[in-house]
């Protein structure tokens, strides 16, 4: 059994100021198997994070539903953690207090809290930082507390919205790497969304490239590439070959967005 | 040279911060005992002194001013209990806001000094009548400032409180009320010191102690000295006070500045 069912999602925006509604997302049809690693990859504006939005719950579909583990979502839950692209961190709690922010909603005792609380500071290696503010870590740091923020509640899948997008190049590598390592490990089912094509493949056992505006799935990818990954990989032939393959899946619907936009 | 937005040294600062008062107190001085303008109307500085002085071991005026702190802090914080909470129920729901909002952004523009002779009427020209100006005069800034900046919480916040398990109260509680509360202390800090002005009129009218009751004392005997000194320890008072709530603020929210 499918550990999450997408059916027939599709999402529509009313119009602004009297114009037609958008067509954001067309019906789209997604079963993820359980500890896979899904990424989403497609040019912006293709809908891929109202997908993820509707799957946590956030925004409701105009049609169509999601079920998780059979249930059907109908607003956002600790059952499916979410990382965004915005630095979400709660400014005023230190770096422990953001990661045990759903555990206390919850009302687990103090105690259970410290212990999760500081092993999920471990694996993500921020042991020392706990009692810094938000404000004084760097982008990778505040998204690596993010991370385990979302893992803290052991959600039953991992959203993530773009959560490497406004790092640099050479921190996004090292998060990618983190991130999978920690996937290897534990095994978590992981819907990921991003817009660079390299980040996909690496970080996924499958790649679901969507299609311009209005989205809809256009290929499914299987990646089979041996785990444990390591960061040179990405210069192997298989790799490459992979990367060349969306690239020009990618590069059509980038082209369709591009001529869309100037008319 | 003068750069636009270019920073300006610390001791550079303090310096000119001190220059002005000094030319300013210089130029008083100038007019004043230099006979340019009539004593009966501007007293100088160094007679201001000595009926500061005389006032406050002769006439007992630390009572006043003490009275006057006491009038400006109770309607102050009776005005805060009530508005804060208001305040954050108008941001957090919206139907709260709908009802309310135009009541009291139209009390908002009612003046609290033509409020005076009315709330005598109610309360007579004791203490309760001088907290009500204060507090007619600040509850509607508060709670209207506090709507708009609880309205203005980070949805990004809320959204990812939410997808962490928090229920709509948790949101209320432990998102929205702790993001706000740095602004909403500034705004307080704003409020208080346009309370002091509030307290002032509410003494000049119907009153028989206070800062503002000697400076309408001393205008029927032409005691300019006094009146300059009264408005100028409402100054310094109004200066402490906001320094002692700033130093509170940070104290509170190290995580805003830090």
């Known amino acids: ?263 | 040279m003068l750069r636009p937005l270019h920073p300006v040294a610390p001791g550079t600062r303090t310096v000119l911060g001190i220059a002005f008062f000094v030319l300013f107190v210089a130029f008083w001085a100038w007019i004043t005992l230099g006979g340019h303008v009539n004593r009966i109307f501007l007293a100088d500085p160094l007679s201001m002194l000595k009926d500061g002085w005389r006032l406050l071991v002769e006439d007992r005026f630390w009572l006043d001013i003490l009275i006057t702190i006491w009038r400006v802090f109770g309607g102050f914080v009776l005005a805060s209990i009530v508005a804060v909470p208001i305040g954050i129920a108008m941001g957090a729901w919206k139907p709260v806001e709908a009802f309310l909002e135009p009541f009291v952004s139209f009390a908002r523009y009612l003046p609290a000094s033509a409020f005076i002779p009315l709330l005598i009427l109610w309360a007579g020209i004791g203490e309760l009548e001088k907290l009500l100006v204060i507090f007619v005069g600040s509850v509607f800034q508060i709670i209207l400032i506090v709507a708009v900046k609880v309205g203005g919480t980070r949805r990004d916040l809320v959204e990812a409180a939410y997808t962490l398990g928090a229920t709509d109260n948790g949101i209320v509680k432990r998102v929205i009320m702790p993001a706000n509360a740095p602004e909403i202390a500034e705004t307080l800090r704003l409020v208080l010191g346009w309370a002091w002005t509030y307290v002032i009129v509410a003494e000049l009218i119907g009153s028989s102690s206070g800062i503002g009751y000697m400076i309408i004392n001393s205008q029927s005997r032409l005691a300019t000295g006094q009146i300059i000194f009264g408005i100028i320890v409402i100054g310094l008072i109004g200066l402490l006070s906001d320094f002692a709530f700033k130093a509170l603020n940070r104290w509170l929210y190290p995580w805003s500045l830090a």
Request: aromatic share 6%; charged share 25%; with cysteine.
């Open chain 1, 1 to 263: 059994m499918s550990k999450l069912l997408i059916e027939g999602v599709s999402r529509t925006f009313d119009g602004v100021r009297g114009g037609q509604p958008v067509q954001a997302l067309q019906p789209v049809d997604l079963a993820v198997a359980a500890n896979d690693f899904i990424t989403i990859l497609g040019p912006s504006g293709c809908g891929k994070s109202t997908l993820l939005r509707i799957v946590a719950g956030l925004e409701a579909p105009s049609t169509g539903r999601v079920l998780l583990d059979g249930k059907a979502v109908t607003r956002p839950g600790p059952d499916r953690g979410m990382v965004f692209q915005s630095y979400t961190l709660f400014p005023w709690l230190t770096v422990a207090e953001n990661i045990g922010f759903g555990l206390r909603e919850q009302g687990r005792p103090e105690r259970e809290r410290n212990e999760i609380v500081a092993s999920y500071v471990d694996l993500v290696g921020l042991k020392g930082f706990e009692n810094h503010w938000p404000k004084q870590l760097s982008g990778g740091m505040q998204q690596r507390t993010a991370i385990a923020r979302a893992l803290a509640n052991d959600p039953a899948i991992l959203l993530l919205d773009e959560p490497f997008g406004a790092l640099d190049n050479q921190t996004r590598g090292l998060m990618q790497e983190l991130l999978l390592g920690i996937w290897e490990r534990r095994k978590k089912t992981v819907l990921f969304v991003t817009h660079d094509i390299e980040e996909a493949i690496f970080m996924a056992s499958r790649v679901i490239v969507m299609s311009a505006r209005p989205g809809r799935i256009k290929s499914d990818v299987p990646v089979d590439l041996p785990h444990p990954r390591h960061y040179t990989l990405k210069t192997s032939p298989e790799f490459s070959a992979l990367k060349a393959q969306l690239t020009e899946d990618i590069r059509v619907e980038a082209m369709r967005t591009a001529q869309t936009q100037s008319v």
